[in-house]
């Protein structure tokens, strides 16, 4: 698998594009916002510039992994491509019209997968005419930073599918973990319950929330706090992922705190739209 397609150009697509060039790949990056395509590259470009200043990477290996991206003006730019992976707006309809795109256009031999932080990978393969080439390939946010891949098999993947992209996260020098297509597959299952409980610890009026990431970062040594953390993900993805928990799991333990949906529908989301649980410049 040598030539790559992006889809979304956001913060997550945008890391995913720079990490394929920079290790080598043909990447082409879409997105249906223009806007958000120029942001994403010039992201990408300061970024690789970054690495170059604080020595971590060569200026050759920054300029070739400029050259190893392009930006792609329709979905048609898939046709050549081996592999895709999409990173749109956690929507269902979404994400199941790009896979009906994706599988029209793209060779017979190329796997599709999916950056989806909790949407059921199994129904995403149903959509495609090749589910057992359909997979969850989760990057952690920041993308260029963080070692870890969850590898998420569908229902209907194959074994060859799986071992392809396991590998293919090797030569990204990520570390790839195996697991099983459920709710919150292990990452969200796991940290979005504490983003949560720190949310009703606010809520209840246990602490300030300054106070509360204080005790997770020096008491638990987390690099940041549940609520700033959250914000940096996007309030909306993390509502998102407790609803998904708690309509898959069926359990009140996974009850999305009130006062998370109060500040998505004020439209807090987070750094992202300036404001979330902290207010940035
Ligand atoms: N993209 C690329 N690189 C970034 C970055 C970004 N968005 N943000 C920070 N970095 C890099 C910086 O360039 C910096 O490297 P240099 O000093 O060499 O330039 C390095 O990371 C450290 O950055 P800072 O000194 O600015 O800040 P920091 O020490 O606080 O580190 C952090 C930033 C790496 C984000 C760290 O705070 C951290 O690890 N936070 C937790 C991240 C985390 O938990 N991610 C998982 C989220 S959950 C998820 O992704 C799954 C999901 O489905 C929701
Ligand atoms: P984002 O809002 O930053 O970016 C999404 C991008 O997709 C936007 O630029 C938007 O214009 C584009 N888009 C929407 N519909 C499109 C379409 N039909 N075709 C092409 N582009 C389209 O979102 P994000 O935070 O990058 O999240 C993207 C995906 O990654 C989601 O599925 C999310 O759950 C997942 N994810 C997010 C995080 C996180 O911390 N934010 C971590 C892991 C996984």
Redesign the pocket.
């Known amino acids: 698998m040598k030539n790559i397609f992006v889809i979304g150009a956001g913060?997550m697509g945008a890391?995913i594009a720079q990490v394929f060039a920079s290790h080598n790949f043909s990447v082409k990056l879409f997105d249906v916002n223009e806007e958000a395509l120029k942001k994403g590259i010039e992201g990408i470009y300061k970024?690789l510039d970054?690495a170059v200043e604080?020595e971590?990477m060569t200026k050759e290996g920054a300029e070739q992994a400029k050259a190893h991206l392009e930006t792609a003006s329709g979905m048609e730019d898939a046709a050549h491509c081996d592999f895709a992976i999409e990173a749109v707006v956690e929507r269902m309809d979404v994400k199941e019209k790009v896979f009906r795109q994706l599988d029209d256009i793209m060779p017979d031999h190329a796997i599709l997968a999916t950056n989806t932080?909790?949407l059921p990978i199994t129904d995403v393969a149903a959509v495609t005419n090749r589910p057992s080439q359909v997979i969850g390939m989760?990057f952690?946010?920041?993308?260029?930073?963080?070692k870890l891949v969850e590898i998420i098999r569908a229902i209907q993947t194959s074994d060859e599918t799986f071992e392809r992209v396991e590998q293919l996260a090797e030569q990204l020098a990520k570390t790839p973990v195996d697991v099983s297509d459920y709710p919150g597959f292990v990452?969200?299952r796991v940290?979005m319950p504490m983003i949560n409980e720190a949310v009703f610890t606010i809520y209840e009026g246990v602490a300030s929330k300054e106070d509360v990431d204080t005790v997770m970062k020096l008491g638990m040594n987390h690099?940041?706090g549940p609520l700033q953390?959250a914000d940096?993900?996007g309030l909306d993805?993390c509502l998102s992922?407790m609803e998904i928990l708690y309509d898959g799991f069926g359990d009140s333990k996974y009850r999305p705190c009130p006062l998370l949906k109060k500040y998505v529908a004020a439209g807090w989301l987070g750094k992202k739209s300036g404001r979330g649980f902290y207010v940035y410049e």
């Open positions: 913060q890391g970024r970054r604080k971590r932080s909790s989760h952690m946010n920041p993308v260029p930073v963080m990452a969200n940290l690099p940041m953390l940096f993900i993805t992922i």
